[in-house]
Nanobody, 125 residues
């Protein structure tokens, strides 16, 4: 059974930084594509960033240059470093995993098989 556990959310002022972590209980973690999504109240879940098994990344335009994703296959962990946070970044952030080791960038939530429970990020102005 695959489980994903996010941590690191919280309240931060605009311009501040947070680092989210997602620990995965996956035996073959290196063969998974990992993504971060977010969902604000009253809005649909939206794509933030994806990292392939080889470490290639693709970012949503709204976070490009401010957020950075990384993974450590030995630690079964993926991180999301968020800098220069804005009030519009406020949302519940979800880690997602898809069993796929190619280089295609999956950006739709419905394409991911496993999800964490989410962690709240609130950015005050």
């Amino acid at each position: 059974q695959v489980q994903l556990q996010e941590s690191g959310g919280g309240l931060v002022q605009a311009g501040g930084s947070l680092r989210l972590s997602c620990a995965a209980s996956i035996r073959t973690f290196s063969t998974y594509t990992l993504g971060w999504f977010r969902q604000a109240p009253g809005k649909e879940r939206e794509f933030v960033v994806v990292i392939t098994s080889s470490g290639s990344t693709y970012y949503a335009n709204s976070v490009k240059g401010r957020f950075a994703i990384s993974r450590d296959n030995a630690e079964n962990t993926v991180w999301l470093q968020m800098n220069n946070l804005k009030p519009e970044d406020t949302a519940v952030y979800y880690c997602a995993a898809k069993w796929y080791s190619g280089n295609y960038y999956y950006v739709r939530a419905r394409e991911y098989e496993y999800w964490g429970q989410g962690t709240q990020v609130t950015v005050s102005s």
